[in-house]
Every structure is written in structure tokens, then in C-alpha cells.
């Protein structure tokens, strides 16, 4: 079964990194491309970032331009999300996602989430 | 970049109702498919339900269904049941970034 799992939230102070993960398991990871989607304690979903099944392609939500770098290794089926100079605007529960556009397939699987608390 | 207004931001409804959600989109998209709509309930990561934007997701109730081109999207549910209360998105993949509408949280009356 479709298996998304983000871990390495936690705590971090103003102006400081963290570096999420998203482990997939049970389907080809090569031939999705993935996504960081995040959502604020009571607010909406906003979308991160995506980056193409095989990293010719990033994009990045306006929010995080230039701060946050999408990645991901094939090899070990892993997504990653290396956040940098963190506000506290960033708090948020992150999740992944997938997608294969030549399918019409868009966000069928989330991960259940990891919770981002950027506070001094 | 598309902005997704999304409306209304709330409502309450009664089991049975039929209940229309719509988002409008603040450019026009080249391909009607390019929406999703996405159920949440509290504490729980987002599902989805249509997309593209009138395609049900296998095991979805058929009481969900989508329609819309151009700038208006609607989601409508034909007959409330208790396990649809829940807070709706919709997003666009027309082009990146991709946005998502605010949502509608639907409650019940």
C-alpha cells in the first residue's frame, strides 16, 4: 500500500534551518513528482514546493522563494525539504504529496504530517 | 500567479441539504481538468475527492460531484450525510505555484 511518512519536525528558533523527510514506500517513486504542501495551526492549505520525478524541475511557492530547497534521492525513495532562516510564519504542520500529471494523477496520497514550531 | 477565491468560507447545513461550494479562479484556465477539490477534517491530512475537476476519486460517494471551466469551479454535494462535515479546498495545478482556495468549512445546523 501507498505509504507517505514525513518526519524531522520539532521546535527551532527565528532565523535558524530544519531539514524535513518524506519517506515513500509502496509504489515507484521515481515516477511521481512530489510535493511539500503545509497548513498554519487553524488556517488553510498552502502549497511549498514540487519538485519533477526525476529533479528537472523545482518550483517554489512565493512564501519560501529562496529560503527553503526541495530534494529528493531516488535511490532511497526519500523527499526532502531543507527550510532556511526560518520566521514564525513558517509554524505549520508539513505534508507530502504526490503526483503524475500524464496520468491525471494529483495529490492522491498524503503523508499524515509533521509539525514545524518556529519560536524563540 | 492564479488566485483561488473560494466561497463561502463557512455554512451551515442541515443532513440532506444540497450544498454548492465554488471557486473562482483570477485568470482563466487553458484546461478545465487543471482543479481538484480535497476534503479535510480536523486533525487529519487533507483527501482528495474529484480531480481532475469533475473526475470522482474510486470510492468517493457519487453525492460529491464537480463541474466548472474557465474561472468558476463548483463542488456540490446533492445530499448532505453527518461524515461530509468537514472543511473543502480546491486547487489549481494550471500553473505554478500552484494555490489553493481558502476553504469552506460546512457545519451543521
Known amino acids: 500500500q501507498v505509504q507517505l511518512v514525513e518526519s524531522g519536525g520539532g521546535v527551532v528558533q527565528p532565523g535558524r534551518s530544519l531539514r524535513l523527510s518524506c519517506a515513500a514506500s509502496g509504489f515507484t517513486f521515481s515516477d511521481y513528482g512530489m510535493h511539500w504542501v503545509r497548513q498554519a495551526p487553524g488556517k488553510g492549505l498552502e502549497w511549498v514546493a514540487v519538485i519533477w520525478y526525476d529533479g528537472s524541475h523545482i518550483n517554489y511557492g512565493d512564501s519560501v522563494k529562496g529560503r527553503f530547497t526541495i530534494s529528493r534521492d531516488n535511490s532511497k525513495n526519500t523527499l526532502y525539504l531543507q527550510m532556511s532562516s526560518l520566521r514564525t510564519e513558517d509554524t505549520a504542520v508539513y505534508y507530502c504529496?504526490?503526483?503524475?500529471?500524464?496520468?491525471?494523477?494529483?495529490?492522491?496520497?498524503w503523508g499524515l504530517g509533521t509539525l514545524v514550531t518556529v519560536s524563540s | 500567479d492564479i488566485q483561488m477565491t473560494q466561497s463561502p468560507s463557512s455554512l451551515s447545513a442541515s443532513v440532506g441539504d444540497r450544498v454548492t461550494i465554488t471557486c473562482r479562479a483570477s485568470q482563466g484556465f487553458r484546461n478545465k481538468d487543471n482543479l481538484g477539490w480535497y476534503q479535510q477534517k480536523p486533525g487529519k491530512a487533507p483527501k482528495r475527492l474529484i480531480s481532475p475537476a469533475s473526475s470522482l476519486q474510486s470510492g468517493v460517494p457519487s453525492r460529491f460531484s464537480g463541474s466548472g471551466s474557465g474561472t468558476e469551479f463548483t463542488l456540490t454535494i446533492s445530499s448532505l450525510q453527518p461524515e461530509d462535515f468537514a472543511t473543502y479546498y480546491c486547487?489549481?495545478?494550471?500553473?505554478?505555484?500552484?494555490?489553493f482556495g481558502q476553504g469552506t468549512k460546512v457545519e451543521i445546523k
Open positions: 486547487l489549481q495545478h494550471e500553473s505554478y505555484p500552484w494555490t
Open positions: 504529496a504526490r503526483d503524475r500529471p500524464n496520468y491525471n494523477v494529483y495529490f492522491d496520497y
